[in-house]
């Protein structure tokens, strides 16, 4: 419990300018994933220890329930490497470029799943609470960092950005910050609504108030198009359910077509960097559905740990070089999914799915809203190792919800 918390705590807030000036880096490598998949990797290890010594039990009747699930999942990246490659190198296993972390990275987060799934959901509940004081210490270091001078405590606001006027804090990229910023806003606003004025600790949802504008003014000055547009549309859901009628279908009907109006006046207004750059991941996408369509197998089993950059570093269509130089390296379609099928087949994402469809409660709980809004951003997004194991404890807390 300790470890846990611990890791929900610090790895948001760890990155690799935390460290270094006392010479202390993870390893070899500076940049800001790796750092916490680094740190990731030690956290969980100590956590292990400390449940194998307190909760030996717990762990044990998990693997028990769901290890064949586990035990098939990481059999599979071992078969497409056999069958597409033949070759286990480094790069299978610890990859080899920013975003893609080898089959090492993918053998934490099952081990961090099944952890997880050990505890009860007083604990999960906990970790979540650490989640959002971590987030909220996230968000002042980025607000510090927007504003400048004194108040820029890692002086990052003068430093050279691909992101000029933004800041991307703890995150490594605005937009990172912004879509974890945003998966809070549903539980603040379920603290808030549900809190219990008659008793006397009114402190505590002066809390949840501060924290909620201070992240909704972050994603607001964040310049995030896909996080702004989402709170657009969370705030638009809320008041189709408070205010309008209570049949959930006449809700989502409205909801879909003001949507609609709502991306059609988008796509005519957005600037043409951003809808440039906005086109270009569904090159990508297009690209990756094209090879897994193409070879059944490799939508089965997937093609391996770093297979993406292998990808793309051999063969590119016109159209994907049409919108990227032949410099640039690619190692992502920008859609976590696709992703995640490319490398790793059809079984880690159809695994997510039936567990979240089997316990599907209610729009309204701020679990699924979380998810949903979590799971939108991560469609436009990169593997982030903060968002995944966010997105891993709300969708157990949901398991918990409906059986606990």
């Known amino acids: 419990m300790?470890?846990?918390t611990?890791?929900?705590f610090i790895l948001p807030l760890h990155f690799s300018h935390v460290l270094s000036p006392f010479r202390l880096i993870f390893w070899e490598n500076y940049s800001f994933e790796r750092q916490k998949i680094y740190l990731f990797l030690i956290i969980l290890v100590f956590t292990y220890i400390e449940w194998l010594i307190r909760f030996p039990l717990s762990i044990g009747n998990t693997l028990k329930k769901y290890g064949y699930i586990f035990y098939i999942l990481l059999i599979i990246p071992f078969l497409s490497g056999l069958y597409f490659w033949g070759v286990f190198n480094s790069d299978f296993f610890i990859g080899s470029y920013e975003k893609h972390h080898g089959y090492l990275s993918y053998f934490a987060i099952i081990g961090y799943s099944i952890v997880l799934i050990s505890n009860p959901k007083e604990h999960l509940q906990k970790y979540l609470n650490w989640s959002i004081i971590s987030a909220f210490f996230v968000a002042l270091i980025a607000i510090?960092?927007?504003l400048g001078g004194w108040f820029d405590i890692y002086n990052r606001?003068?430093?050279y950005s691909m992101y000029p006027g933004r800041s991307s804090g703890t995150l490594g990229n605005p937009n990172y910050l912004a879509g974890y910023m945003l998966v809070f806003i549903p539980i603040l606003m379920e603290y808030i609504l549900n809190w219990d004025w008659k008793i006397k600790q009114k402190y505590i949802p002066i809390w949840y108030i501060g924290a909620l504008l201070i992240f909704l003014w972050w994603i607001y000055v964040s310049w995030s198009y896909i996080a702004n547009t989402l709170i657009l549309f969370l705030l638009l859901w809320y008041s189709l359910w408070y205010f309008f009628w209570k049949h959930i279908w006449k809700q989502?009907?409205?909801f879909l077509l003001i949507i609609s109006i709502l991306l059609s006046l988008w796509f005519n207004f957005i600037e043409a960097d951003k809808l440039l750059s906005f086109e270009s991941r569904f090159i990508l996408m297009k690209e990756l559905i094209g090879i897994l369509l193409s070879h059944p197998m490799g939508l089965?089993?997937?093609f391996?740990?770093?297979?993406?950059?292998?990808?793309?570093?051999?063969?590119?269509?016109?159209?994907v070089n049409s919108y990227f130089p032949n410099s640039m390296n690619i190692d992502s379609s920008h859609n976590l999914f696709i992703d995640t099928v490319f490398q790793y087949g059809l079984l880690p994402i159809f695994?997510?799915?039936y567990s979240c469809i089997k316990r599907w409660v209610s729009l309204k709980n701020p679990y699924i809203l979380s998810i949903i809004l979590l799971i939108v951003f991560l469609t436009f997004n990169v593997y982030i190792i903060t968002h995944i194991l966010l997105l891993i404890l709300l969708s157990i807390l949901l398991l918990r919800t409906v059986n606990p």
Do not use: Q, V
């Open 2 to 4: 300790y470890s846990l």
């Open 351 to 353: 695994t997510y799915i």
């Open 144 to 146: 510090g960092e927007h």
């Open 6 to 8: 611990a890791l929900f």
């Open 252 to 254: 989502f009907s409205i």
């Open 304 to 319: 391996g740990p770093d297979s993406i950059l292998s990808y793309f570093s051999d063969f590119r269509s016109d159209l």
């Open 300 to 302: 089965l089993i997937g």
């Open 157 to 159: 606001s003068g430093m």
